[in-house]
């Protein structure tokens, strides 16, 4: 017996699904070449209709919004890096994060991170963590 090439052939977790639907809402939102966007369109189409069963609370915030409620700690020395998770998660939900008081390879942070924009590094060393504290 052959399976339509729509079908899903196998069982995959409501978390794999949640995971799928974000990393194509992320790719809309930063591809630009028309046919991946369609293509890219199709599949989240496809996957959004798919039927989470009984007791899955579909009026749920979309997978790409409940990433911009989570505040996730970067040691990133590169500012691509940070500009990406800051796209994924927001600008005000990225703060430093350290091993301490365990070695973290970054005796000095400050001076290891200074190619980052001052900007950046006053956000996510200061700013941001200031605001996660005062929640």
């Known amino acids: ?7 899903i ?9 949640l995971d799928k639907i974000t990393i194509l809402e ?4 930063r591809i630009t070449n028309p046919n ?3 293509n890219i369109l199709r599949e989240l189409g496809a996957l959004r209709a798919v039927r ?17 409620r989570v505040t996730v700690d970067c040691i990133i020395h590169n500012p691509s890096g940070i500009e990406l998770a800051e796209s994924c998660f ?3 939900h990225v703060v430093f994060g350290s091993d301490w008081p365990f070695p973290m390879g970054l ?5 290891q991170m200074a190619n980052v924009p001052a900007e950046t590094r006053r956000r996510i060393f200061q700013d941001n963590s200031r605001a996660l504290a005062a929640r």
């Open 52 to 68: 989470l069963g009984d007791g899955i609370d579909q009026a749920m915030l979309p997978p790409v919004d409940v990433l911009r």
């Open 26 to 29: 992320i790719k809309s939102e």
């Open 9 to 17: 052939l196998v069982p995959i977790s409501v978390g794999e699904l």
């Open 36 to 38: 991946q966007i369609e």
């Open 107 to 111: 005796p000095k942070p400050h001076e």
């Open 1 to 7: 017996m052959s399976a339509a090439a729509h079908d």
């Open 90 to 92: 927001g600008r005000e």
